[in-house]
């Protein structure tokens, strides 16, 4: 993925070089977070990307690029929601899914964009949406916008990527300290440290700031396969990378995404924790 000059956030470019590299692009992405500016940026790279014919996608050369960039392309629909709040009618929601069901005009996938998804999407409309996304079409990608993505249904979330285009911010040595054992135990061969070190996350307050933390890290990890920047643990991010496919560390990004965001809700948090230890332990294993 060519980034152009798109500014800012380097986790997040080398989550998206991953998922790409992977051929685990997902088809349905939440940009959430940061400045609406930096999200209508990264929307628009991602959908020149999608319909690029270029040799570095996006190459901002061909003409699908070039249509896109002036938003005329035949495949890259936006939103367009109704009244003073452009909301979004369960109505549009069903046009948009009848839409995915007809083969792209001129690429091979077509892009769906709901920008301020978390402000102008109902229940119903969510709930009309959450149907598509359960059975998503060939070829379709779609790019939904947030402000804060916790507000979605997790539902919803579950079956979306996450992006968080806000940058890393500091954290305390003791959050750090933590973040690092839990970590650090998943490399290990015995279960006894993961299970003993993920226990902290049954404390909300603890939780909410351990887990980015540890998605920070892991981001980290992620960064060296490409670069050698590293903000935080350089260390620990070193033996992750070394000890963990590009593949397994975005599991445990999406893993420690979903629990982030599950956690904001009323959820158990001491089965929380037991199900981040179990999914933990199931992503390091696999082949
Ligand atoms: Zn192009």
């Known amino acids: 993925m060519n980034f152009e000059n798109l500014g800012g956030n380097e986790n997040l470019k080398s989550e998206l070089l991953s998922l790409e590299q992977s051929n685990r692009f997902p088809h349905a992405i939440i940009l959430n977070g940061g400045d609406e500016a930096s999200r209508d940026a990264l929307t628009l790279l991602l959908s020149k990307w ?14 699908p690029c070039q249509k896109a960039q002036k938003g005329v392309h035949p495949d ?6 109704s009244g003073k ?20 005009n001129e690429a091979d996938t077509k892009v769906f964009v709901i920008k301020n998804a978390d402000k102008r999407m109902g229940v119903e409309a969510l709930n ?11 070829a379709i990608l779609f790019i939904l916008t947030t402000e804060d993505a916790g507000t979605l249904p997790e539902t919803v979330l579950s079956r979306c990527t996450v992006l968080n285009l806000e940058q890393s911010t500091t954290f305390s040595n003791e959050t750090l300290e933590l973040a690092q054992k839990i970590l650090l135990s998943i490399t290990e061969t015995s279960e006894l440290n993961l299970l003993k070190n993920t226990n902290v996350l049954a404390d909300k307050t603890t939780a909410l700031e ?6 920070a890290i892991l981001s980290d990890a992620l960064s060296l396969t490409v670069s050698d920047e590293v903000l935080l643990s350089k260390d620990l991010s070193e033996i992750l990378s070394r000890k963990l496919t590009k593949k397994k560390i975005i599991g445990l990004i ?28 199931r992503i390091s294993w696999q082949k």
């Open 210 to 215: 351990v887990l980015p933390a540890m998605r």
């Open 50 to 63: 999608a319909v690029c014919r270029g040799e570095q996608k996006p190459c901002s050369e061909c003409i």
């Open 85 to 104: 709040t452009d909301v979004i009618a369960v109505a549009e929601i069903r046009e948009i899914t009848r839409a995915c069901s007809i083969i792209a």
């Open 128 to 138: 009309a949406f959450l149907k598509t996304l359960e059975e998503p079409p060939q």
């Open 254 to 281: 999406e893993t420690v995404n979903h629990a982030i965001y599950t956690i904001s809700r009323n959820v158990n948090l001491s089965l929380m924790s037991t199900w981040i230890c179990g999914e933990f332990r």
């Open 76 to 81: 890259i629909y936006f939103a367009k929601g």
